[in-house]
Structure formats: structure tokens, C-alpha cells
């Protein structure tokens, strides 16, 4: 059971990012100006949290609000392979050590 159906979590995520961007332009100009200082790390830090921001998370949002995507309870995964499962998990974990590693300040 999901608490919000598709179209109104697409709608939420839209509202969320346009929220965002008018903070982010109100708070320190524009996103795409700023270029980032640094070394390559950061450099490439700064182009991952810009994709995200603006490609994949409208596109989500807009296939929720159209069908096309379901929306995926992860508390509630009705697989019956333990191996995919497992795989996944793992997956996530590589996902999440990347992204730490990725941090400014390590």
C-alpha cells in the first residue's frame, strides 16, 4: 500500500525540485553559473548531483505522473530469488560506499 498514487508522487517530486531551484537561485544565483573549483573529484561530484537534480529525477517524476513507471516499495520486496535479492543488496551497498567515498573532505 502506498500512501500517495503515482500521478500525485510525480507531481510532489516536481513541486520538490522547483522548490529547490528557486531556493538554490534565491540562496547563491544560479546552479548551472557556479562552476565548481577544485580537483577532478570535485569537479565530477558537482556533475553527478547536477544530473541527478536535473535529469533523472524530473524524468522520474514525469513517468510516474504518465504511467509509464511504477513506483517500488523497497520495505516490501515481493522477489522470490534469493540470489537477486542478495545481488541487489550488495548493489546498494557498492552504491552507497562510492558515494561516501565521493564526500568533499575525505
Known sequence: ????DQRALGTVILLLLAMLVIIKQMAA??????????????RLTHIFNLFFLLMVNPLAAILLITGHLEAFD????????PRLLMGLKIGGMVLYV????????L
Do not use: E
Not at 500500500?1 to 500517495?4: E, G, R
Not at 523497497?74 to 530469488?81: G, L
Not at 562510492?98 to 573532505?105: A, E, R, S, V, Y
Open 1 to 4: 500500500m502506498h500512501l500517495l
Open 29 to 42: 544565483g544560479s546552479i548551472l553559473k557556479d562552476r565548481p573549483r577544485g580537483n577532478l573529484r570535485v
Open 74 to 81: 523497497p520495505t516490501r520486496p515481493a522477489m522470490d530469488s
Open 98 to 105: 562510492m558515494g561516501f567515498l565521493l564526500m568533499p573532505g
